[in-house]
């Protein structure tokens, strides 16, 4: 059974940094493109970033510049590290998963989710 279980989400302050983490169990990451996508409340679901089995790496305009993803296929773990971060970004941020290649910034293209972990930009 597919499981991803995101981590390191909070509270920070604009301008701040945070760097959240997507744990995969049950299948071999090294074969899988993993992404993250994010919704702030009373808004549509959105792309971040993706990364895929051979460390192809995508960005949204809104990520680009402050937002770096990395995998770590040893630990089935892929990060997500956000600087500069604004107000804007604050959004529920969910790890996705789907094979080997990235496919864009659709939800339904990634057949596995995580629960998601908040991030919250606030003074």
């Known amino acids: 059974q597919v499981q991803l279980v995101e981590s390191g989400g909070g509270l920070v302050q604009p301008g701040g940094s945070l760097r959240v983490s997507c744990a995969a169990s049950g299948l071999a990451l090294g074969n899988y493109a993993i992404g993250w996508f994010r919704q702030a409340p009373g808004k549509e679901r959105e792309g971040v970033s993706c990364i895929s089995s051979s460390s192809d790496i995508d960005y949204a305009d809104s990520a680009k510049g402050r937002f770096t993803i990395s995998r770590e296929n040893a630990k089935n773990t892929v990060y997500l590290q956000m600087n500069s971060l604004k107000p804007e970004d604050t959004a529920v941020y969910y790890c996705?998963?789907?094979?080997?290649?990235?496919?864009?910034?659709?939800?339904?293209?990634?057949?596995?989710w995580g629960q998601g972990t908040q991030v919250t930009v606030s003074s």
């Open positions: 996705v998963a789907t094979w080997r290649r990235c496919r864009g910034f659709t939800g339904e293209a990634y057949p596995y």
